[in-house]
Structure formats: structure tokens, C-alpha cells
């Protein structure tokens, strides 16, 4: 055995897997897949019957739930899915930066300055005309696969 000391470097998180596996045919309509590595909600699910060759298939039509680009999969329904883990969160918004980011309080009392404003315009216009009011807004995060982004928008009243 050796006196000297090991240092090892550490690049990986806690361990807690992004998504979890789910057999095709039980996953429904306002479910969550992933197709293409990508975390997606369900909008359309068929299934097939069963073929010469055995299995049903299930073909899924889905829309990324960060970008809203539609994607489609088809799955043998026996097989199993990756699901992702999808949290939604809200936070009460703080300050709009200049440079397109938003700081948010958390339940905890800290702030979070790490988000961008959201891409889509309709609610981008309303974060910024509400901001600018002085009203109080709190925003959902929606958060899955290490990505975050506000989807949603709520006015608790104006600033006391």
C-alpha cells in the first residue's frame, strides 16, 4: 500500500437518472416520452394490431415540450419508453435583465438568475407588459432532461 493520496475528479451529478423507463402501450395522450432525445407530450397515440411478425405497435405523435417542434415515433407496444421526469415549478419574477434574462425568487428565499426569457412571443409580451406595470407576476418553470424554461404565467396583483 502506498502513503500518497489519490485525488480523483468528479464531473457527474448525484446519480438520479433524467428519465425512467414505461412500456409503450401504457403510455397515453398528455403523457411525456422522449423521441429523438428529446422530452416530449403525447398529443396522438395509435395503436396496431398485431402483425405475421408478433408485436402491436404503437405510433406516437408528440410535441417537444422546450422547442414545440412535432416529432413522431413508432414502438413496438411490449417494448419499453424512456419517460422523462418532468418538474413544474413557479417563481415569483424578480427583474428583467437587458441581456434577455430573468432573475426569480424561490421558495427558499434565494434567488435564480440562470433562465432566458421565453421564445414565445405571446408570452414574452406579456412577462415584459406586466413587468413593466409593476405588477406582481409569478412565472411556471418547467424543468426536464437539465433543461429549464418558463411556459406559463400567472398575476398575483400589484406590487404593495
Known amino acids: 500500500m502506498s502513503d500518497e493520496e489519490h485525488h480523483f475528479e468528479s464531473k457527474a451529478d448525484a446519480g438520479a437518472s433524467k428519465t425512467y423507463p414505461q412500456q409503450a402501450g401504457t403510455i397515453r395522450k398528455n403523457g411525456y416520452i422522449v423521441i429523438k432525445g428529446r422530452p416530449c407530450k403525447v398529443v396522438e397515440v395509435s395503436t396496431s394490431k398485431t402483425g405475421k411478425h408478433g408485436h402491436a405497435k404503437c405510433h406516437f405523435v408528440a410535441i417537444d415540450i422546450f422547442t414545440s417542434k412535432k ?8 417494448h419499453n419508453c424512456d419517460v422523462p421526469h418532468v418538474n413544474r415549478v413557479d417563481y415569483q419574477l424578480i427583474d428583467i435583465s437587458e441581456d434577455g434574462f430573468v432573475s426569480l425568487l424561490t421558495d427558499s428565499g434565494g434567488t435564480k438568475d440562470d433562465l432566458r426569457l421565453p421564445t414565445d412571443d405571446n408570452l414574452l409580451q406579456q412577462i415584459k407588459d406586466g413587468f413593466a406595470e409593476g405588477k406582481d407576476l409569478v412565472v411556471s418553470v418547467m424543468a426536464a432532461m437539465g433543461e429549464e424554461q418558463i411556459c406559463g404565467l400567472k398575476d398575483i396583483g ?3
Open 71 to 78: 416529432l413522431e415515433d413508432i414502438v413496438p407496444s411490449s
Open 158 to 160: 400589484p406590487k404593495a
